[in-house]
């Protein structure tokens, strides 16, 4: 078939404006080793200044040397395409993706609030402050935001969170992404959202940016199963359909350094046949697209 | 920064990143930086008049107002570069494309000439010298070349193409 070697359809144009923001990108990262060297061997030449200088040191490394030489190296060998991992905002591996629902926004919205979860806030100059004020006064911040991670290429549509009581550094947290129109789940299982829920046991150091972050619970499934439990729960229209070993089951490490362990299980949790408030009349006729009776569980297993 | 429910906002008007609010404060800061050097030499006036050479001879001795004139003359030049720098500022804080590619370009440019100075020439790079508009460069660069950065300003640019096109 010598037609089809023909030129491919989609090949990349390269854009001289593209070429030269790598460029640019790429000198960045570079510059700012060179930077860090200087601001080094500045400190040597400092007797009492030593240990303001060391901070600055550290923040300019954490916060804009690793992750750019991060983001350079990643985009070089990290696959974008989907594999169950989210990728932190420095393209590395984040958080597994360990749950799918299906249903409208609305749906999804309502059952979280109904299973007593709160929707944390964007990250905006506004409730950066009131991370810092709450944190002073030591008041709790219920809707505090969470930090960015990356599916599909774009960031979280949104994430919920429960608070433990009042301790700011533990939280039960999960992140919403709406998928792609016509994507579907390896394994060809059609889902309007993908997530993935973590739970924060406290505030540490990130091994591999150094930055100063949420250290996440090695059980994920834990967690996972929780998320599931307090919609099934609030939700009596819950169906769930399981898909058993949907990954291999692993022992790895989230893009902080913290050790991640899951069973490999996706829970899909649909909430198509959930009842909201002033359109009941949408919701009853979905009900014939979910499959088994409201609150069932279905598991799916392989067949080989 | 932007998820899928700020789609039809992202038309509208972009939300501006900290990298590019933090980029063009940096740029403010380095041409602020130069106006106290302007302002350094306007203050010791005579003594930096004396430094002015010609085919390496002081000029101040033979033709005072011409060593004057030429110290003024660079200065003005400088004052005035420094004056687009500004407005170059601007207009990567209003999400211009062309200008962030410019001011990269400036700090690129200005980085490659320490490092090569640094490196060839084994120049010291210090807090007394220029440690600070090294970094301030640096930190330009960074912060402009960030995908945050660049999507802002691909943003923008589609806005308006979208606007004129209504």
């Given at each position: 078939?010598?037609?089809?070697?023909?030129?491919?359809?989609?090949?990349?144009?390269?854009?001289?404006?593209?070429?030269?923001?790598?460029?640019?990108f790429v000198?960045a990262g570079f510059?700012s080793v060179?930077?860090a060297?200087?601001?080094?061997?500045?400190?040597?030449?400092?007797?009492?200044?030593?240990?303001?200088?060391?901070?600055?040191?550290?923040?300019l490394l954490a916060y804009l040397v690793l992750p750019r030489l991060h983001r350079i190296l990643t985009r070089l060998y990290v696959?974008n395409?989907?594999?169950?991992r989210t990728r932190t905002s420095d393209g590395l591996l984040g958080?597994?993706?360990?749950?799918?629902?299906?249903?409208?926004?609305?749906?999804?919205?309502?059952?979280?609030?109904?299973?007593?979860?709160?929707?944390?806030?964007?990250?905006?100059?506004?409730?950066?402050?009131?991370?810092?004020?709450?944190?002073?006064?030591?008041?709790?911040?219920?809707?505090?935001?969470?930090s960015p991670l990356l599916?599909?290429?774009?960031?979280?549509?949104?994430?919920?969170?429960?608070?433990?009581?009042?301790?700011?550094?533990?939280?039960?947290?999960?992140?919403?992404?709406?998928?792609?129109?016509?994507?579907?789940?390896?394994?060809?299982?059609?889902?309007?959202?993908?997530?993935?829920?973590?739970?924060?046991?406290?505030?540490?150091?990130s091994l591999f940016t150094l930055q100063?972050t949420?250290?996440?619970?090695?059980?994920?499934?834990?967690?996972?199963?929780?998320?599931?439990?307090?919609?099934?729960?609030?939700?009596?229209?819950?169906?769930?359909?399981?898909?058993?070993?949907?990954?291999?089951?692993?022992?790895?490490r989230n893009g902080g350094g913290?050790?991640?362990?899951?069973?490999?299980?996706?829970?899909?949790?649909?909430?198509?046949?959930?009842?909201?408030?002033?359109?009941?009349?949408?919701?009853?006729?979905?009900?014939?697209?979910?499959?088994?009776?409201?609150?069932?569980?279905?598991?799916?297993?392989?067949?080989? | 920064?932007?998820?899928?429910?700020?789609?039809?906002?992202?038309?509208?008007?972009?939300?501006?990143?900290?990298?590019?609010?933090?980029?063009?404060?940096?740029?403010?800061?380095?041409?602020?930086?130069?106006?106290?050097?302007?302002?350094?030499?306007?203050?010791?006036?005579?003594?930096?008049?004396?430094?002015?050479?010609?085919?390496?001879?002081?000029?101040?001795?033979?033709?005072?107002?011409?060593?004057?004139?030429?110290?003024?003359?660079?200065?003005?030049?400088?004052?005035?570069?420094?004056?687009?720098?500004?407005?170059?500022?601007?207009?990567?804080?209003?999400?211009?494309?062309?200008?962030?590619?410019?001011?990269?370009?400036?700090?690129?440019?200005?980085?490659?000439?320490?490092?090569?100075?640094?490196?060839?020439?084994?120049?010291?790079?210090?807090?007394?010298?220029?440690?600070?508009?090294?970094?301030?460069?640096?930190?330009?660069?960074l912060?402009?070349s960030s995908t945050?950065?660049?999507?802002?300003?691909?943003?923008?640019?589609?806005?308006?193409?979208?606007?004129?096109?209504?």
């Open positions: 078939m010598p037609d089809t070697t023909a030129a491919p359809p989609d090949r990349r144009r390269v854009s001289v404006g593209a070429a030269l923001d790598s460029f640019f000198l510059s060179w930077l060297v200087l601001l080094a061997t500045e400190s040597l030449g400092l007797g009492w200044g030593l240990l303001w200088f060391a901070v600055l040191f550290w923040a696959p395409y989907f594999i169950g958080d597994p993706v360990n749950l799918a629902l299906n249903g409208s926004a609305a749906q999804v919205h309502a059952a979280l609030a109904a299973a007593g979860w709160t929707r944390a806030d964007d990250v905006t100059v506004a409730s950066s402050l009131r991370i810092v004020s709450s944190t002073v006064r030591r008041r709790s911040y219920l809707q505090a935001p969470v599916l599909f290429d774009r960031v979280q549509d949104f994430a919920y969170q429960q608070e433990v009581a009042d301790n700011p550094a533990k939280r039960h947290h999960v992140r919403f992404w709406r998928c792609p129109d016509g994507w579907m789940l390896p394994g060809g299982h059609r889902v309007d959202w993908v997530a993935a829920g973590t739970f924060d046991r406290a505030v540490g150091l100063v949420h250290k996440i619970d090695e059980h994920t499934d834990i967690e996972r199963d929780h998320i599931v439990a307090s919609i099934r729960q609030a939700v009596p229209e819950t169906r769930i359909v399981l898909l058993r070993d949907f990954a291999t089951g692993y022992h790895s913290d050790n991640i362990q899951t069973d490999g299980d996706l829970p899909v949790i649909d909430l198509r046949a959930m009842l909201l408030p002033g359109q009941p009349g949408v919701a009853g006729a979905q009900v014939g697209q979910a499959p088994g009776q409201p609150g069932s569980v279905i598991e799916v297993t392989g067949l080989s | 920064m932007t998820g899928a429910r700020s789609g039809e906002a992202d038309v509208a008007r972009p939300r501006r990143p900290a990298s590019v609010v933090g980029g063009s404060l940096l740029m403010v800061a380095r041409a602020l930086s130069g106006g106290f050097v302007i302002v350094t030499v306007l203050t010791r006036w005579q003594e930096f008049v004396g430094t002015i050479e010609i085919n390496g001879a002081r000029l101040d001795p033979v033709d005072p107002q011409a060593a004057a004139a030429i110290l003024g003359w660079l200065l003005g030049s400088y004052g005035f570069i420094l004056v687009l720098y500004l407005g170059l500022a601007a207009l990567v804080f209003t999400g211009r494309n062309w200008a962030r590619v410019v001011a990269m370009a400036f700090a690129s440019a200005s980085i490659l000439i320490s490092f090569a100075d640094y490196s060839l020439n084994g120049a010291q790079i210090t807090l007394r010298t220029s440690l600070v508009s090294v970094t301030l460069d640096i930190l330009i660069l912060a402009l945050n950065a660049r999507h802002y300003a691909r943003a923008v640019r589609a806005a308006r193409l979208e606007r004129a096109a209504r």
